[in-house]
């Protein structure tokens, strides 16, 4: 078991779920003093388990315990009779949750605080300047899959690290964790971060409708097809509006279609890094509509379709998977042969 140890930094995971739990334990890795907040329910696995654990497909296996784990943030510090404050936050909350949070972050960060909104997709940040112009906010992101499994294991089923801006407190945290064997990156330019990662995430709700874990979903070509289509509405938005992506594969986002478009054969020699994951991973929106969650749909797919048809270019592969998303929101049922039906022939782009 590794404890954490006192440090000048008093960090703060929020709404710890599955990706805030994995981050949190690395943070502790790191000897850095976290608090979880979190529901009431993920405190209970974590104590009923002993600690966070967090594995990889890599076979790394850590169990940590967080400083302190908080369900409510009505009740003060008995030692100040003030709500907990931080030095530096992570939110980890969904998307759609944000907007209800921004008086808890308030309250529980000072003048000299950092927030770092750990999100995916286009939109949910827009409010948060708005919102906490007190407070120095940055977007950081989780550019890998966690899913929950059995006996409080957060489990980190593809490759990546965590994404950071440049700031005195993730500068910090970047040298103590590479002091412990860890790493993450640290960007000045988190907007190139988020559209480059934004063309990966649109495989998220694919893998939902397919229902197969990620790396059997890329063996079958007609899903990659679809995959293709739908990152190349996205390149297309970003060619014509000029935004930067950065690039997560080991060639350019332009070439990402094309590889996809290949057949099995050449596509499994091709994209050998792409397959090398584990073999159960899934992507964290399924894990959403198993639980009958809402998912993030409108921040990424739904983001695509909404600039797409702000700048005039036509998205015909995500309107239909936004929609078929929405469907099983809804408890309804969606076969992915139906939605390959639908799309053998995209509308051209206006």
Known sequence: ?????????????????????????????????????CRERIKQVILDNGG????????????????????????LDPLTDQPPRFDLVFVTLKCHQLDSNYPDLLNITHANSSIIFMQNGL???????LQLSQRQIYQGITPFNVLQLSNGRFHKGTEGQFIWPSCKHTQQISQDMTKHGLSCQLHDNMAAVI??????????????????????QLKQRPLRLLLAQAMQEWLDICHKTQRPLMQFTKVAPRWLPLILRLPNGLFNIAAKSMLAIDPHARSSMWEDIQAKRLTEIDYLNGAVVKLGAQCHIATPVNTIIYQAIKQLEQGEKININDVISLLTTPKKKT
């Open 123 to 129: 939109g949910s940040f827009d409010n948060a300047h």
């Open 195 to 216: 559209n480059g990662k934004l063309l990966l995430n649109l495989n998220n709700a694919l893998n939902v409708i397919c229902d197969l874990p990620i790396q059997a």
């Open 1 to 37: 078991m590794i404890k954490p140890t006192n440090t000048a930094m008093n960090i703060a995971v929020y709404g710890a779920g599955s990706t805030g739990c994995y981050l949190a334990a690395e943070l502790i890795i790191a000897k850095q003093n976290v608090t979880v907040i």
């Open 52 to 75: 966070i654990t967090i594995s990889d497909y890599h076979g790394s296996n850590h169990c940590v315990m967080p400083s302190n784990i908080i369900t409510d943030l009505t009740l």
